[in-house]
C-alpha cells in the first residue's frame, strides 16, 4: 500500500516556522512543563494521523486502529454530519484503572486560519460541551501563550471539577497550526485556591492540530483533536468506570457540536482576508 501524504507520513510536519515564538515572557518552569507536553502530544498526533480514519469506516477498516489499540468510544452523527471518537489506554503503564486518551480525526471544509480563530474563543467552550460550566483565560504571557482555567459542572457521582493549565500555539511551517494544552502544578505560584466543593483535575496534554488540505482537499482542513486528562480526588472504581463509560458520549457530541459551529461560522469571504 501506498503511505498517504501528510504529516503522519513526511514525519516533519510538526515543525514550527518559529520554534520559540510561544515563549516570550513565559516563566522557565512553564516552558518546560509545555516542551513536555507538545512532545507527547505531537507523538500523539502522528499515531492516531497513521492509524485512525477521517471518515466512514470501511468494511474491514477496523483492524488497522484496533491493533493500533485503539477502541471506538462513539459515533454522532446528524444528516450528513458525522463525528467519529476513539479512545487508547495504550499510554497509560496501569492500563485500564486510568482514564484512556480520546481523540476524533476531522475534515473540515474552511480554511486553517479560520479554525484556529474558532479555537481561540476560550470563553466559548460551555455552548459546545454540555459538561463545562465556565472557560476562562488567566495571565497571557504573549499572543500565542497564556493560562487558562475550565471549570466543570457536577453530576450525580461526581463533584465540580477544575482544570488549570498553560496552553500555547504553534505556526507550522506546513501552514497549519498545532495547539497544545497542559495542567500546571496545584501549588504552584500562580494558581490559587480552588472554590470550595471544588476537584482539581489534571490535564496530561490536550490540544487541536490543524493540518491545510492538498490536492483534492485544498481549501479544507485535518483536525485532530485530543484530551488526555487525569480526573483527580478519591474515585472508587466503580465511578472511574461510569466515568469512562460516560466519555464516548461527551467526548464525542462536544466534538460534533464544536464542528458544526465552526462550519457555521465559516463563509467563503472568510479565506480572502
Known amino acids: ?152 459542572k457536577s453530576r450525580l457521582m461526581f463533584s465540580k471539577r477544575c482544570t488549570r493549565g498553560i496552553a500555547a500555539w504553534d505556526k507550522l511551517k506546513n501552514g497549519g497550526w498545532l495547539l497544545c494544552s497542559t495542567g500546571i502544578p496545584h501549588e504552584h505560584s500562580l494558581n490559587f485556591a480552588l472554590e470550595r466543593g471544588t476537584t482539581a483535575t489534571t490535564l496530561n496534554v490536550g490540544g487541536y492540530y490543524i493540518e491545510p488540505g492538498e490536492g483534492d482537499h485544498v481549501g479544507t482542513c485535518k483536525v485532530v483533536v485530543l484530551l488526555h486528562v487525569n480526573l483527580g480526588g478519591s474515585l472508587s472504581k466503580m465511578n472511574k468506570l461510569a466515568y469512562i463509560l460516560s466519555l464516548g458520549k461527551n467526548f464525542t457530541k462536544a466534538i460534533f457540536l464544536w464542528a458544526r459551529w465552526v462550519k457555521q461560522e465559516w463563509t467563503p469571504a472568510t479565506s480572502t482576508t
Open 1 to 152: 500500500t501506498t503511505r498517504k501524504r501528510g504529516m503522519a507520513a513526511d514525519g516533519d510536519g510538526f515543525e514550527p516556522a518559529s520554534a520559540d515564538a510561544w515563549r516570550e515572557n513565559v516563566p522557565d518552569d512553564l516552558q518546560e512543563i509545555m516542551v513536555r507536553a507538545r512532545g507527547r502530544l505531537v507523538e500523539r498526533i502522528r499515531h492516531a494521523l497513521t492509524h485512525l480514519p477521517e471518515g466512514e469506516i470501511r468494511p474491514g477498516g477496523d483492524s488497522r486502529w484496533s491493533s493500533a489499540g485503539y477502541r471506538k468510544l462513539k459515533t454522532y452523527r446528524k444528516k450528513e454530519d458525522i463525528t467519529r471518537a476513539f479512545c487508547t489506554w495504550e499510554h497509560n503503564a496501569d492500563g485500564f484503572e486510568h482514564v484512556p486518551e480520546a481523540v476524533s480525526v476531522l475534515r473540515l471544509p474552511c480554511g486553517v486560519e479560520h479554525v484556529k480563530e474558532i479555537c481561540c474563543r476560550w470563553e466559548m467552550r460551555p455552548s459546545w460541551d454540555a459538561n463545562c460550566e465556565r472557560a476562562t483565560r488567566g495571565q497571557e504571557f504573549n499572543p500565542l501563550c497564556g493560562l487558562f482555567e475550565n471549570v466543570f
